[in-house]
């Protein structure tokens, strides 16, 4: 198994532009998630995904989009990128059935975006 | 809304030396509870849970944590430190009727000196 994939590594943006951050698990888990991480603040919830079809907002979601239209992939979009979404950008997916590892959430390797 | 406390934003140890990172969590009703490691440029990995059942807890790399729910801690314990476990740990929560939605402390970075 991959695990969960996330493409690209780095990015550069100029305030304005858009772009998508992919993501994609192998483990057929329900749930998906975005997070980011600043210096001091831990990682916050942007959006998730208990399901195909089924997205709702986390923590943070301004700024950001999602769609899930298959069980595997969950992209993130900037719609119109500002430097305060400069940040690392992780995905992470689960099992959602009660389970032996329940909850437990398998995390991406991360996106390092800076927008100019 | 839950917030997670993590006292001590780099913590510095000798290698051989007890490791203890700090975790306070905020909900008046005993959430789900983990503690995550992050290397240098990586995701991050799971270290250990707690959902139910014994509060002690043993995780990977020889590290274990306490709930203890009298005083809204689960401390992370590792008896012997490691010039290896040197990275940043982050504590997290989540609801018991939303499991999946962590909500993260903002991380305390572990060095060790040798």
Same mark, same amino acid.
């Given at each position: ?81 500002? #430097? @305060?979404? =400069? +940040? ?8 959602? &059935? #009660? @389970?032996? =590892? +329940? ?8 996106? &390092?975006?800076?927008? =100019? | ?114």
């Amino acid at each position: 198994n991959a695990g969960v994939t996330q493409t690209p590594k780095f990015q550069v943006l100029k305030t304005g532009q858009s772009m998508t951050l992919q993501c994609a698990q192998d483990m057929n888990h329900e749930y998906m998630s975005w997070y980011r991480q600043d210096p001091g603040m831990g990682l916050r919830l942007i959006h998730y995904s208990v399901g195909a079809g089924i997205t709702d907002q986390g923590e943070v979601p301004n700024g950001y989009n999602v769609s899930r239209s298959t069980t595997e992939d969950f992209p993130l979009r900037l719609l119109s990128a500002a #430097p @305060s979404q =400069t +940040s690392v950008y992780f995905c992470a997916s689960s099992y959602s &059935r #009660p @389970s032996a =590892t +329940s909850y437990e959430q398998y995390f991406g390797p991360g996106t &390092r975006l800076t927008v =100019t | 809304a839950q917030s997670v406390t993590q006292l001590g934003s780099h913590v510095s140890v000798s290698e051989g030396a007890l490791v203890l990172l700090r975790c306070n969590y905020s909900s008046s009703v005993p959430p789900y509870l983990f503690w995550y490691v992050q290397y240098p440029n990586q995701g991050l990995q799971l270290l250990l849970k707690y959902t139910t059942g014994a509060t002690l807890v043993k995780g990977i790399n020889g590290f274990e944590a306490e709930f203890k729910k009298s005083e809204t801690s689960f401390h992370l314990t590792k008896p012997s430190a490691h010039m290896s476990d040197a990275a940043e740990y982050f504590c997290a929560v989540s609801d018991r009727g939303g499991g999946n939605k962590l909500v993260f402390g903002a991380g305390t970075i572990l060095r060790v000196k040798s």
